[in-house]
């Protein structure tokens, strides 16, 4: 069933909301994951390149399986985009924050911690798999969360260590993984959780 632009789904524990919101200052509306707290905090953005500009929006999953950011054109803004035509598959938004697609035997085809935007929750992971290496990147600014000019993630092209880029500029390192440390963290232990 599509959510409209005043619809949310709610986390089984009622720990996290999926559902349209703007930012300050903003008219522009996005489908983003939010905590249900008073202070509703966004923590992922789905079409955050591509607003839409009135409440006329809805999600849907296509005929192809994918889900899917629509305007009131019925155009797609954003899309979960997995290649192969997915039957009867099914999105489930979890109390870990994250939102997953799955096909008809449950089987995970995608999910939101694997395309982080701008925060890195518990459970969630950035590192190489098989879409590439993950990174968090900022808003532009708390009106709009276009992907901004910091990021952060891992450099696995030498010996793997965590970075903070401005623009492709490093501005801070962990220093690189020792098997156990990043070797740069005062303080870190091979005990560290």
Request: hydrophobic letters at 35%; a negative charge.
């Amino acid at each position: 069933q599509p959510i409209q632009d005043s619809d949310t789904i709610v986390s089984s524990g009622q720990i996290f909301k999926l559902g349209f919101f703007s930012p300050e200052q903003s008219s522009d509306r996005y489908v983003g994951i939010m905590y249900t707290l008073p202070e509703t905090a966004i923590i992922w953005v789905a079409n955050r390149e591509r607003p839409l500009n009135d409440s006329s929006g809805t999600v849907v999953i296509l005929e192809d399986g994918n889900l899917a950011v629509l305007n009131g054109m019925k155009e797609i803004l954003w899309s979960t985009n997995v290649s192969s035509s997915l039957a009867n598959s099914s999105a489930q938004l979890l109390d870990t924050g994250n939102l997953v697609l799955t096909d008809e035997s449950k089987r995970k085809i995608w999910e939101s911690f694997e395309h982080p935007t701008d925060t890195f929750l518990p459970k969630m992971k950035l590192g190489a798999s098989t879409i590439g290496t993950s990174q968090i990147t900022s808003w532009i600014s708390p009106s709009d969360p276009s992907i901004g000019t910091f990021s952060a993630g891992l450099n696995l092209f030498q010996i793997p260590q965590f970075f903070v880029w401005n623009n492709s500029s490093p501005c801070w390192r962990s220093g690189p993984w020792s098997g156990t440390t990043f070797i740069g963290i005062a303080g870190m232990t091979s005990a560290y959780d």
